[in-house]
């Protein structure tokens, strides 16, 4: 079945310092990535969509130039959390899926803790 | 967007008894997805259900497109069933999921 890795899995951070996450379908292509952020106790919200090739489009209220997203590959996505905060701490989450009408499948979220 | 209603938010189970989870969504979709979030936050795909029935242990799910629910039918609840359980709708393809706010469960011994 369709597999997306996640990394790093557990990221612990002085604040100001920069993180790059990685979000890669291993059995697919997917043109299409999709970054969530998610709060303790609170559902996952969609924070940008992960074009290949081109820019991302950001959910309203998600800073681009805080929250970069680079597509360069059919089978990566990176997002980089630029000169993080504490309050950048959250678990971030990526989707990917196969081709239409099928699940979409995620990755096993990024827990970053901003210190 | 569209909506995406949970009910209940809460519930509290003795270990063995079944329970039934509903999703509301307030437009047509072209899928729709339910979810286990386990204590770590992994999401394991339970079912992938835009319409009909499908059953996998003592899981089951029904939508009724028609209607715009679904239910998701946990049996001989364990304790290991513990968690949140998001129900989450696309409207169209290549759209991302839109997530509802969870029903959190407790299974207990």
């Known amino acids: 079945g369709a597999v997306v890795s996640q990394h790093p899995s557990w990221v612990i951070c002085k604040s100001g310092t920069s993180v790059k996450i990685e979000c890669r379908s291993l059995d697919f292509q997917a043109t299409t990535m999709f970054w969530y952020r998610q709060f303790p106790k609170q559902s996952l919200m969609l924070m940008a969509t992960?074009?290949?090739?081109?820019?991302?489009?950001?959910e309203q209220g998600v800073e681009k130039d805080k929250f970069l997203i680079n597509h360069a590959s059919l089978t990566l996505s990176t997002l980089t959390v630029t000169s993080a905060h504490p309050e950048d701490s959250s678990f971030y989450i990526c989707?990917?899926?196969?081709?239409?009408?099928?699940?979409?499948?995620f990755g096993d979220g990024t827990r970053l803790s901003i210190l | 967007g569209i909506q995406v209603e949970q009910s209940p938010p809460d519930l509290i189970l003795q270990e063995g008894a079944n329970s039934t989870l509903r999703c509301n969504f307030s437009d047509s979709v072209n899928n729709l997805q339910w979810f286990h979030q386990n204590p770590w936050g992994q999401l394991i795909n339970l079912f992938y259900?835009?319409?009909g029935t499908k059953q996998n242990g003592r899981l089951s799910a029904t939508t009724v497109a028609t209607e715009r629910y679904s239910l998701l039918y946990i049996s001989s609840s364990q304790t290991t069933d513990s968690g949140v359980y998001f129900c989450a709708v696309e409207w169209d393809s290549g759209y991302a999921l839109n997530f509802g706010k969870g029903t959190s469960l407790l299974v207990t011994p």
């Open positions: 992960s074009n290949e090739g081109s820019k991302a489009t950001y």
């Open positions: 259900i835009p319409s």
């Open positions: 989707s990917a899926r196969d081709q239409g009408h099928q699940p979409q499948h």
